[in-house]
């Protein structure tokens, strides 16, 4: 019997998002940054970082119209990040530096790893929201992303606190789904924002750019909702087309067994 698209199953990702309580990178690791780096995340801050991941399935879920199931296990890691690593403008706990975190964690398969960090507010240390990397060989394919919980207090007052999270894990997806073919006019890249809008008739704020809403709000919902769902509009010149992950598409990533 050929499935309906109800009947179709969603995209399925594993996803650990590991919580380093505590940075401390002594001095040599930093080059000319020098010194040593300290920070230990309070109870609060801790229990705000597994909040937030084990909120992610949720989020992702109504924000892709159930095109996508986020299986999440957030844990605490059992020491504190000890290593950063050069990468663009700024320092940043990048796959090799965060291994000895991940790695026991590591038993079962994953298709999606996030470390969350402290650091001490050090220039150079928080250059942006988080930095992700593709597909990595020493964590068995899985994509990997950082970012630092230096933010958290806000989390609580800001709209769709989760949006810089699903943006980095979404930079895991992009890789994977560059990797099966989808080329940029089917699939804009992540930050390929300026100057779209919905295609949704339904939608509320249909009139209003990406960036128009974020600029309003502070959230970036509407574009990963867009990106999610194949909903996203045309650049002014760009002809008719779906862009954007539809379920079809979703859906040329196997599913793991």
Request: with cysteine.
């Amino acid at each position: 019997m050929a499935l309906t698209p109800e009947r179709v199953p969603p995209s399925r990702w594993r996803f650990l998002g590991v919580v380093a309580p505590a940075l401390d990178v002594r001095p040599g690791w930093l080059g000319a940054l020098g010194g040593r780096h300290q920070r230990a995340m309070g109870d609060g801050e801790i229990d705000a970082c597994l909040a937030m991941l084990r909120s992610l399935p949720a989020v992702v879920a109504e924000w892709s119209d159930g095109n996508v199931a986020l299986e999440v296990e957030a844990v605490v890691a059992g020491g504190a990040l000890c290593r950063l690593a050069r990468v663009g403008e700024g320092w940043w706990a990048d796959p090799g530096a965060a291994l000895d975190l991940v790695a026991p964690h590591l038993g079962e398969p994953r298709d999606s790893v996030l470390l969350l960090y402290p650091t001490d507010g050090s220039p150079g240390l928080r250059p942006a929201w988080g930095y992700t990397w593709g597909t990595v060989d020493v964590l068995g394919g899985a994509g990997f992303s950082a970012i630092v919980s230096d933010p958290w207090p806000g989390w609580a007052t800001i709209e769709d606190p989760a949006h810089g999270f699903v943006h980095e894990w979404l930079h895991q997806v992009e890789a994977v789904y560059r990797g099966l073919g989808l080329g940029e006019d089917d699939l804009p890249s992540l930050h390929d924002v300026a100057d779209r809008r919905t295609t949704r008739r339904d939608a509320p704020d249909r009139e209003e750019t990406y960036v128009g809403h974020e600029r309003r709000t502070g959230s970036w919902r509407p574009w990963y909702r867009d990106y999610m769902t194949g909903t996203v509009g045309p650049k002014t010149g760009e002809g008719p087309r779906t862009r954007g992950l539809t379920r079809d598409r979703w859906l040329r990533r196997p599913n793991p067994a």
